[in-house]
């Protein structure tokens, strides 16, 4: 770590884009039931766990910054809401580089849990390409974001 101040240090806020509340709702769902799933299959949690996911720090890090935000917000949007086509534009705060991590800690998990067939081996099916291009937009807006220095989006 250098001296210099790159503004990791401080609280950042990124705004995802407006989305569905259902879709990120399913989006966190997702995760949650897949991680259930494979806390079900020590042989597949290893697995996952040596892959950097489920277990780690950064993956508990991840879910407190990014995951649990848009549970509680996609939540709260839905309750509120008179129909089931409730829209929300999360907000998620945290340092730069955590929200970074988290970022990209979701993209690669994803990506894993698609490429290596163990969705399809847990039982859980990948999200509908709405909810998977929501998730893909959130993950490039933290990071865009984030890089252009925006502090609300």
């Known amino acids: 770590m250098s001296g210099r101040s790159n503004g990791d240090d401080r609280a950042r ?3 995802l884009p407006e989305g569905s509340a259902a879709a990120y ?7 949650s039931l897949s991680e259930e799933r494979l806390r ?10 040596s892959a950097g996911f489920v277990t780690t720090k950064t993956a508990k890090i991840a879910h407190r910054v990014l995951l649990g935000p848009l549970a509680q917000q996609a939540g709260e949007a839905l309750s509120e809401a008179e129909s ?4 929300v ?3 998620l705060t945290a340092r730069a580089k955590v929200l970074e991590e988290a970022a990209s800690y ?6 894993w849990l698609a490429e290596t067939g163990i969705a399809d081996e847990i039982g859980v099916p990948l999200p509908d390409p709405e909810i998977s ?5 959130a993950l490039k807006s933290i990071r865009e974001q984030l890089k252009a220095g925006s502090k609300d989006g």
Do not use: H
């Not at 079900?40 to 766990?49: C, G, H, I, V």
């Open 106 to 111: 979701f993209d690669e998990w994803g990506t």
């Open 13 to 15: 806020s990124v705004r």
């Open 40 to 49: 079900k299959r020590p042989s597949l949690l290893r697995k996952a766990s």
């Open 84 to 87: 089931p086509y409730a829209m």
């Open 133 to 137: 291009a929501l998730r893909g937009s």
């Open 25 to 31: 709702a399913a989006w966190v769902s997702f995760v």
């Open 89 to 91: 534009r999360p907000i």
